[in-house]
């Protein structure tokens, strides 16, 4: 079984930074890729970033291209997403989400086997 642990969520104001780390354990923890995914209240949750766990091939969504960066730890099996320039439209929960083989679908949740319990990030005006 796999655990993922975010951590790093908090309240910022518009145009700031955080920066959210994604802890992985289990046993024999292995992972095709790691991604980071967004839920609003109201709304679907929704894709943010990936990266592939060997190679570090990143793929942003268009809503954060050039403000997001995602990076990672192997030795620690953690995973960050790196925010600046932060909008108020950034206010959601973030979850992180590992794959454990390539399906083709790593920009929607169906691609991902594992989640980890989410954590708050709010941009104020």
């Known amino acids: 079984q796999v655990q993922l642990v975010e951590s790093g969520g908090g309240l910022v104001q518009a145009g700031g930074s955080l920066r959210l780390s994604c802890a992985a354990s289990?046993?024999?923890?292995?992972?095709?890729?790691m991604g980071w995914f967004r839920q609003a209240p109201g709304k679907e949750r929704e894709f943010v970033a990936t990266i592939t766990w060997s190679s570090g091939y990143t793929y942003f969504a268009d809503s954060v291209k050039g403000r997001f960066t995602i990076s990672r730890d192997n030795a620690k099996n953690t995973v960050y997403l790196q925010m600046n320039s932060l909008k108020p439209d950034d206010t959601a929960v973030y979850y992180c989400?590992?794959?454990?083989?390539?399906?083709?679908?790593?920009?929607?949740?169906?691609?991902?086997?594992?989640w980890g319990q989410g954590t708050q990030v709010t941009v104020s005006s």
């Open positions: 289990g046993r024999s923890f292995s992972a095709y890729a």
């Open positions: 989400a590992a794959a454990a083989y390539a399906s083709g679908w790593f920009t929607t949740p169906r691609g991902y086997d594992y």
